[in-house]
């Protein structure tokens, strides 16, 4: 399990880093149409969806909307200016302990005062690490998917 998580690790790593650094490109709008702009949400199944929207609300603080669901601006401040798509190889071990077939990355604008609310809730904080790309840290909500939580590397003035 160990030699897989460090061989996945590194490409999730890469992406996120080369997501963060590269700048847009400006493209005509014949190049545009008719592409994939970027994700529109992310949907799963739950065992008991409003129970666990409540925990991602109480817990982690999702902004949670009338309609049930939570909505992110890409422009709010201190996020990531980019989202990250990469599809793990089936045999992966990097999104364990679950056996979900996902992973959702979340973006925090503080680490330290994330984690510091998420063990006042009692949970268990799976694993944290520091890299290159920022600050990440690993848990499981109540219906056992894995979440990563990453804090993007601050840039200097």
């Given at each position: 399990?160990?030699?897989?998580?460090?061989?996945?690790?590194p490409?999730?790593?890469?992406?996120?880093g080369?997501?963060?650094?590269?700048?847009?490109?400006?493209?005509?709008?014949?190049?545009?149409?008719?592409?994939?702009?970027?994700?529109?949400?992310?949907?799963?199944?739950?065992?008991?969806?409003k129970?666990?929207?409540?925990?991602?609300?109480?817990?982690l603080g999702?902004?949670?909307?009338?309609?049930?669901g939570?909505?992110?601006?890409?422009?709010?401040?201190?996020?990531?200016p980019a989202?990250?798509?990469?599809?793990?190889p089936?045999?992966?071990?990097?999104?364990?302990?679950?056996?979900?077939e996902f992973?959702?990355?979340?973006?925090?604008?503080?680490?330290?005062a994330?984690?510091a609310?998420?063990?006042?809730?009692?949970?268990?904080i799976?694993?944290?690490?520091?890299?290159?790309?920022?600050?990440?840290a690993?848990?499981?909500?109540?219906?056992?998917?894995?979440?990563e939580?990453?804090?993007?590397?601050?840039?200097?003035?």
């Amino acid at each position: 399990m160990t030699q897989l998580y460090s061989a996945a690790r590194p490409i999730l790593v890469l992406c996120l880093g080369v997501l963060i650094m590269v700048n847009s490109v400006e493209t005509t709008a014949a190049e545009t149409a008719g592409r994939i702009t970027g994700v529109g949400g992310v949907f799963f199944k739950a065992k008991d969806p409003k129970a666990l929207a409540a925990w991602y609300r109480d817990v982690l603080g999702m902004p949670l909307q009338p309609w049930g669901g939570a909505k992110f601006s890409y422009d709010a401040p201190k996020h990531p200016p980019a989202l990250a798509w990469n599809a793990f190889p089936a045999s992966t071990d990097y999104f364990g302990p679950s056996t979900a077939e996902f992973m959702i990355n979340y973006a925090v604008d503080d680490m330290d005062a994330f984690i510091a609310r998420l063990r006042e809730a009692g949970v268990e904080i799976l694993k944290r690490e520091d890299s290159d790309f920022g600050r990440f840290a690993w848990i499981l909500d109540p219906e056992g998917h894995k979440i990563e939580l990453w804090e993007p590397k601050r840039t200097s003035p």
